[in-house]
């Protein structure tokens, strides 16, 4: 199985680019699974959703921690489909630490690297945080705690 991560800040259009390249992949044949964090089917991914659009520094840390709970369980339901798949996209992954403040999120990416297995393929798909809000008021959804012009900008920056 090629495992791809499809990563980026809210709004730059990770699920469409997952998209296409299920697309893609398809046409040539083969069987994909499509992963994405937060993951609804998943009561990791739910708690993780529900914090998200809770403001405040506690609701932060409790997102966090959901988000690396619902990473190992999509982990786990990929290792346990490797013969139904040729290739498994998540959409979402480690760079999510970018979410966290000043320089944790360094120190969170590195660890997250030596602790967390990682993807063949990895794809950062980037927008300007105008674009990227645009997108994500577009969608007509409660916004997340995240999703505003200020983190948008603070996160690409990480």
Not at 54 to 74: E, M
Not at 85 to 93: A, K, L, P, S, T
Request: aromatic share 10%.
């Amino acid at each position: 199985m090629t495992w791809y991560l499809v990563d980026g800040m809210d709004g730059a259009g990770k699920s469409t680019v997952a998209d296409y390249l299920k697309a893609a992949l398809e046409a040539q044949g083969r069987r994909v699974l499509i992963l994405s964090n937060p993951n609804p089917d998943s009561l990791w991914g739910r708690a993780e959703a529900a914090y998200l659009k809770v403001p405040g520094k506690p609701a932060k840390i409790l997102s966090t921690l959901f988000f690396i709970a619902d990473a190992i369980h999509s982990i786990g339901y990929k290792n346990r489909r490797l013969r139904q798949y040729d290739d498994c996209i998540f959409v979402r992954y480690i760079l999510a630490v970018a979410y966290l403040s000043g320089s944790k999120a360094g120190k969170a990416y590195r660890i997250c690297e030596r602790v967390f297995p990682m993807p063949d393929v990895m794809i950062y798909v980037d927008l300007p945080p105008e674009q990227s809000m645009a997108r994500i008021e577009a969608r007509g959804e409660e916004l997340e705690a995240f999703e505003n012009p200020a983190a948008l900008t603070e996160v690409r920056g990480r």
